[in-house]
């Protein structure tokens, strides 16, 4: 039992037991929260990192990151060199969005229609294009699917297209080629093949109509032609097992997740439309539905909901087959599993919660749990009613409907030299494939590979070609969202290395070798849209999907599926599992060279520049661990090196770790980030198994983004008189009610819980010195609902994009200098074991009586006449006084130059209505200033007021539980102000009478009382 703790009487660490932790967390008064376990133990690391809150201003100079060093870390992601300034759109006409401008007018933006094909379902987009080059990206409002809202890797892949680290040349070992050359020499090896022959395909996922017909015309010339489809971070496309299931939150007054992370990220197939539904039953205590999740490594789902069971993994099975059996699933076998009273407490809670609620419920099966995880689901859904209502089945689309063979098969073919040509598509086998099939060695004995790819990356550098890959931004395709709308891919701008598609090398073996893929995408749909295919061609390009292409919501028969459950046999207690999970911020490694995501803390563990292996509490300590060890972890005789965080939450004597990490060959931002965990997963194992782990020398020196701020005030002003506190967490507790939130009984009982007591009250406007502002016309505000926020980070990346926000680098932010104006704080409560979180967008209030403009000495910060806490950037002097004195600390400083305004390409990428900032400047949030300014320049052109809901900031814009609402606090009737006049709505310290215009709504859970009363609450069996 080694939890370290900070003896400040000796000004060394001793070890700090759980049972004192847990002590830690008794006998508090109110709610008591904390945001890491250094925290928790008050650890002398943690006394380190927030003592830091100005690191000393020298400092940065000695630095082992010097400045030349640094700028060369962050090159990928500001110094884009190597790119023309001029770009061009494509040849194709390509049709805006409005009503097309019939010049272009400088300085006027246009919007286009289109969709970031993902592996889980395209994501339909609406792209601002500024003189050709797309600017921001969002997801397109009147799509069915997503209404506007994206998520943190579609807001990224803009920064992924002018990655200068992409690949720019095709290539024949290394030496510069033609496409022609390639293309010519694949056709001619195709041909003389005869029927394909020895001709082999690696592609990533097909998930492109178009694409998949192409396919089935190749394979129909060439019979033997071999397809082999790959994606790491998925074992299979939603709709590949003959149904394609789609889940209806809206119905769902219950909703039970077997370690289904679906309000996290678009990793969850559905991920926009499932969050949007779950948070719109959030908004109002009266339509308040209850999440249950059962999970094998913390996720914002699980920390979301109403509660929260940790198991290891492969106990999510057995706990499937007892939840089946309960409800009255026929033949199910019981699993070999030996529960826990509060395991049976919570399993029989579930089942009478779900019972109740029969046909207005549902379950959710993970995506790492297929077997026997997803037919169990499908069954009970069945048993309890819901399908048809909140579970709708549907046929699977016929276009992804042909057999794949795997890339065990693929392997032995290569090592019985059958391959004459390996071409790969959009995949990086050589980083990503299973480490036990040996694939670098096999993929030497094809004669000859050929690989399309995006960057030179590790399948790349031994491939025998390499094709420039075109980014979705470039190129035409097509693709289908979660409810099957088909949605065409329209470029935006030319491609800027020259780049080729998949439909470009498939459309070589074809009858029209030179058919575009614009032209071939049209063939795909002319049979499809009805009547003059020219209208019906620019009516789907100008809306973004092909109206009548949503899956059939009929329902098919279930009996067909048919339910085959094999023995479950849960690894053994004692032993240790290691869990593969794509990471939340890089996914499989594709987005490693988007400093936007490596930058961007995780949810759960706020840990950036990294992957970790994560452990609950109790292993840490039975391993005799500190956070940042360095652990050797063994899968089958196969190790690696890895960090180790502690993620509160997790199971005991389990280990996640991230996938997408140790590349070698990303680009200069991701390369060397992290650990590779492919080294150690295997084909018969690839999302968890039983591993091993040891304690080796050092520290890895992860950066974690949690407690930067530390809280000298004494108790008088609000703090604990002790130093020993992160600020964020001292104010979270109880009396200072950062977080506040109710159960739906206590709601009931007091529904102005938001607002009472001392502290909690809203302050007279006319308790000040200052005398008031007055507002004539518009008086900004924001509302932000903390029922409806699930932490999933999309509005963080939306900000960047926006706001030209700069990446800082790994050693940057270890010391506290990230640069994002908006950070998702996370509160935990509770046991280490089985915490709640709460999570909290955290952004400048822009306060009334704001403490920064008081004591500003260049009057730098102002405050304008609609109430934006302004920044004038030529009148700061950085001295830093409006941070000091900021109690939300929301400033941020430049201390070095991060962004790059020297490098002329950078203007493709860049807001162009937003200042790029200097060194020695402060920034924080505008409230998107430049979109506020824009909206009143189109109401004036119309002698009119600003609409309600015209103006939307782009964190609002991006989040997919629609937890953001802008508008103008002096419109009584507009949306904020009915919001923030809402008796849950609170001020974050209130109390300071800084009066901030950004207001939250206080959350309202609604608890199982069957459960509420556990003492420990569904705590997780003791390892
Ligand atoms: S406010 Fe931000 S973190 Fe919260 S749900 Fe919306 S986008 Fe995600």
Known sequence: MSEPMHDRAKNETVPMTLVQIRQELKGQKGKRYWRSVDELADTAEFQAAVEREFPHSAQEWVDPVSRRGFMKLMGASLALAGLAGCTKQPDEPIYPYTKAPEDLILGKPMYFATAHPFVTGAVPLLVKSDQFRPIKIDGNPEHPYNRGSSDPFTQATLLDLYDPDRSQHVTWRGENREWAEFAQGLRVKMAESKDGTGMYFLSSTITSPTLARQWKAVQAAYPKATLVQHDPAISRTPIENGVNVQYALANADVIVSLDADFLSGATYPGFHKLVREYAERRKSPETLNRLYSIESTPTTTGMKAEHRLGLRASEIPAFAAELARAVGVAGIEA???????????????????????????VVIPGLYQQEPVEPLVLAINDVLGNVGKTVLLNPPDLAFGFPRAGLPALVADLNADKVDWLV???????YTAPADLGFAAAFEKAKTVAHLGSHVDETGQIAHWHIPAAHYLESWSDARAYDGTVSIIQPMIDPLYGGKTAHDVLQALLDEPGLSPYE??????????????????RKALHAGWIEGTAFDTKSV????????IGPIVPSPKDSLEIIFRPDPNIYDGRWSNVGWLQELPKPVTSLSWDNAALVSGATLTKLGLEEDDIVELTVQGRKVNAPVIVAPGHPDNSVTVHLGYGRQFAGRVGSGSGFNAYSIRTSDAPFYTVGSIRKVEGKWGTAITKSH?????????????????SLEADEAIGERGIVRYATLDEFKANPGFANEGETHTRTNKDNSLFPNWEYKDNAWGMSIDMNSCTGCNACIVSCYAENNIAVVGKQQVRIGRNMQWLRIDTYFEGDLAAPRAHFQPMACQHCENAPCEQVCPVGATVHTPEGLNAMVYNRCVGTRYCSNNCPYKVRRFNFLLYSDYETESLKLLRNPDV??????????????????????????KGNRAVRDGEIVTACQQACPAAAITFGNLNDKASRVARLQADQRSYQVLADLNTRP???YVAAVLNPNRELEATPVEHAPAKG
């Open 709 to 725: 701020y530390q809280d000298h005030r004494p108790k008088l002003f609000g703090g604990q008189g002790n130093g020993n506190n």
């Open 335 to 361: 699993p070999a599993n030996s529960w826990t009273a509060e395991q049976m407490k919570f399993l029989v809670a579930v089942v009478k919660d779900l019972k109740a609620h029969a046909g207005r419920c």
């Open 557 to 564: 028969p279930l009996g067909a599926q048919g339910l085959h």
């Open 997 to 999: 215009r950004t207001t």
């Open 915 to 940: 200042s790029v900032r200097s060194r020695g400047v402060m920034e924080k949030c505008t409230y998107c200033v430049q979109r506020i300014q824009a909206a009143k320049i189109e109401a004036d």
């Open 424 to 430: 790969i598509l959009n995949a990086n086998p050589i």
């Open 520 to 537: 071939a995408v049209r063939e795909t749909w002319k049979p499809v849209i009805k009547g003059d295919f020219e209208a019906g061609w």
